[in-house]
């Protein structure tokens, strides 16, 4: 980092140059103490020496074919996630056949850069393959998803840190009263397809961590505080009940402009915690599109909501890990799920096109060492 890019993240939190003291939780954010070139350290072992875990989700394809984004990634992800290869799609050819090549390259990659692997996703409603809606009903729709996954956590026995059981069940829009989406899992199997999951994952696989995935559940608006209470209540009842559950991840494809430090979700952060989970910021990215086009301007906006939003979830301990969906803005998803109406590349991760680091990645290095140890 340049002695201008230093100036400007001084910037960024709304200090000079000079003064460069630490940002807390509670305060406005100060200026953050950005430091040299020197002190850029791998977020992976600034993450571990709090007792934490950093790490992206990635597909095969780019750490095959992009030799130093391969080399950043190893270096900066102690936890790596196939963004693609462990769906259904890619999983399942045929009704009758697995595919693991791309799942069994990745958990040999990671194996390779001493990552931890963890799995994505088993039971979700997106990302189905194409024979799935003719050949999958009520009849054989309970026996197919159990099938699906004894096979595919047996097949990660013992080599997986974490699986996502289930992601993405709530959606307020069909106007259930326990909010849970009219997925074809619910439709086919009912609302016990949750827990039937936990249990199939845990018998297949005792030694990895469950979780529940879900997306929306940080703005401070009614309807995430909806959502919030909607997935506490599954929670709890899945504790109560005995189902094998042991996290919850929080996905965090936030907005640069949006309010995501709110008392509402600071209780709801607790409350999960207080259930005896574990909690993992499990698809971090920023959003761009409604910042203005200077990409010196969205850079520290992002940054800031980076360093604001992590500042604020670490400062509960049952917060364990952090991963960004996808590394760099030369590859990720927001370009296509989110693009900018100007037509601008997005620039939602902590390393831009070039593979630079950008504010965002000293935003993120920066809450990660002020995280207390856990
Ligand atoms: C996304 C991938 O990043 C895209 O490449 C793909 O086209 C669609 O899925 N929530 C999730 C992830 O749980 O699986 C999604 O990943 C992003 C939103």
């Not at 209780?267 to 990409?295: C, H, M, W, Y």
């Not at 360093?307 to 969906?325: G, H, P």
Request: glycine share 6%; proline share 5%; charged share 25%.
């Amino acid at each position: 980092m340049n002695r201008r890019d230093w100036l400007k993240l001084a910037v960024i939190f709304g200090g000079t140059a000079a003064v460069a003291s630490r940002a807390s939780f509670g305060s406005s954010v100060g200026t953050l103490d950005v430091g040299t070139n020197a002190e850029l350290k791998a977020l992976r072992d600034v993450a571990a020496s709090r007792g934490l875990i950093f790490g992206a989700a990635i597909p095969k394809k780019n750490l095959l074919g992009d030799p130093l984004f391969s080399r950043l990634v190893s270096r900066q992800c102690g936890i790596l996630v196939p963004e693609l290869e462990l769906k259904w799609e890619a999983l399942r050819p045929a009704p009758d056949q697995f595919d693991f090549s791309g799942g069994d390259w990745l958990y040999q990659y990671a194996q390779t850069n001493r990552m931890l692997f963890r799995g994505h996703t088993l039971v979700w409603e997106a990302a189905l393959p194409a024979w799935f809606a003719s050949a999958v009903n009520a009849r054989n729709g309970k026996s197919i998803l159990l099938d699906h996954i004894s096979t595919v956590v047996r097949h990660y026995a013992g080599k997986m840190h974490s699986w996502d059981v289930v992601n993405e069940a709530f959606g307020f829009e069909d106007g259930r009263p326990d909010g849970l989406k009219s997925t074809p899992w619910l439709r086919f199997i009912g609302p016990e397809y949750i827990e039937d999951a936990f249990h199939a994952a845990h018998e297949a696989d005792p030694a990895a961590a469950l979780f529940y995935n879900e997306n929306w559940l940080e703005p401070e608006t009614d309807s995430s505080e909806k959502k919030r209470r909607a997935v506490l209540a599954l929670l709890t009842r899945l504790k109560a009940k005995g189902v094998p559950i042991h996290g919850l991840g929080i996905q965090s494809h936030i907005y640069a402009e949006g309010n995501v430090t709110g008392p509402n979700y600071w209780r709801f952060l607790q409350e999960v915690a207080d259930l005896g989970l574990t909690i993992i910021i499990s698809e971090l990215d920023v959003r761009d599109k409604n910042l203005p086009a200077s990409t010196e301007v969205r850079d520290r906006v992002v940054a800031k909501q980076y360093y604001e939003y992590l500042s604020f979830v670490l400062k509960c301990t049952a917060v364990k890990a952090v991963l960004t969906w996808g590394l760099s803005d030369r590859y990720t998803w927001i370009a296509r799920s989110q693009p900018r109406s100007d037509g601008a590349p997005v620039r939602p991760l902590p390393y831009d096109p070039n593979l630079v680091p950008t504010a965002a990645r000293w935003a993120v290095q920066r809450a990660l060492e002020e995280a207390q140890a856990r």
